[in-house]
């Protein structure tokens, strides 16, 4: 069993890594191989679009590392169906657009792999909540 050295986050667009920052400083400072990384996670992410792909990189002791690929962030699923820009920077007062129960579980059903639940009536909830956030309208 490897030591495990430290884990780094990151959110990369999907084929899109790159050794400019953040990435670079990043990995560089674990004394990690960056060209190589960006090597393996574009080809991991080649078919995934252009959404936003957060990475977990668990770094060992020995330099060497692993890592996993996540879902999209919700907030970026939501935009995506929407074809909306952002959010809104007043989501209780502005309500920028209104989202169906079925976009919900539709989206909850992709991100159920990172969400801390099995039961799809709870991750629609999950969403619902990053919905409202972003200062949509939920539709019955």
């Known amino acids: 069993m490897k030591k495990v050295k430290t884990v780094i986050k990151l959110q990369i667009l999907a084929g899109k890594a790159n050794p400019a920052p953040p990435i670079g400083p ?75 129960k079925e976009q919900l579980a539709e989206i909850a059903k992709i991100k159920m792999p990172d969400l801390n639940t099995d039961d799809l009536e709870q991750a629609i909830k999950i969403i619902a909540g990053t919905a409202k956030q972003m200062g949509l309208t939920i539709k019955q």
Do not use: M, W
């Not at 574009?42 to 936003?52: L, M, P, V, Y």
């Open 26 to 100: 990043a990995l560089g400072q674990h004394g990690l191989n960056i060209q190589e990384f960006c090597n393996k996670f574009n080809t991991a992410t080649s078919n995934k679009g252009s959404d936003i792909i957060p990475v977990e990189i668990t770094v060992y002791e020995d330099r060497s590392y692993d890592f996993i690929l996540k879902t999209p962030p919700a907030a970026e699923l939501l935009k995506k169906v929407l074809n909306l820009k952002k959010g809104s920077s007043k989501p209780l007062q502005e309500k920028i657009g209104v989202v169906t």
